[in-house]
């Protein structure tokens, strides 16, 4: 086997080991911090990180902000990221 196919199979063992599915339930609810504020580069969604994955954050009907914290709900979860609603403000 050459050394590039071994980093890559290396590559994709260590992403299987991190996988967000693993991690996180649709649905499930959780207390977050908002991270990054809602811009173009992540569709307009907030980012968040729960459970060391990287989560988007769809903003409700009121803004979101850099430090703020919020409840949120699971809606999906891929193999490297999820995406949740803020569903309320904890401020």
């Known amino acids: 086997?050459?050394?590039?196919?071994?980093?890559?199979?290396?590559?994709h063992r260590r992403r299987k080991e991190h996988?967000?599915?693993?991690?996180?339930q649709r649905a499930a609810q959780y207390n977050v911090?908002?991270?990054?504020?809602?811009?173009?580069s992540n569709s307009g969604n907030a980012?968040?990180?729960?459970?060391?994955v990287t989560t988007f954050v769809i903003p409700a009907n009121?803004?979101?902000h850099q430090g703020q914290s919020v409840r949120v709900k699971i809606v999906d979860v891929?193999?490297?990221?999820?995406?949740?609603?803020?569903?309320?403000l904890l401020d």
């Open 1 to 11: 086997m050459s050394a590039p196919t071994a980093n890559k199979t290396e590559a």
């Open 33 to 40: 911090v908002i991270e990054q504020e809602p811009c173009d």
């Open 19 to 24: 996988d967000a599915r693993d991690r996180l």
């Open 47 to 52: 980012k968040t990180t729960i459970e060391q």
């Open 62 to 64: 009121f803004s979101l």
């Open 78 to 88: 891929g193999d490297s990221h999820a995406l949740a609603l803020a569903i309320a």
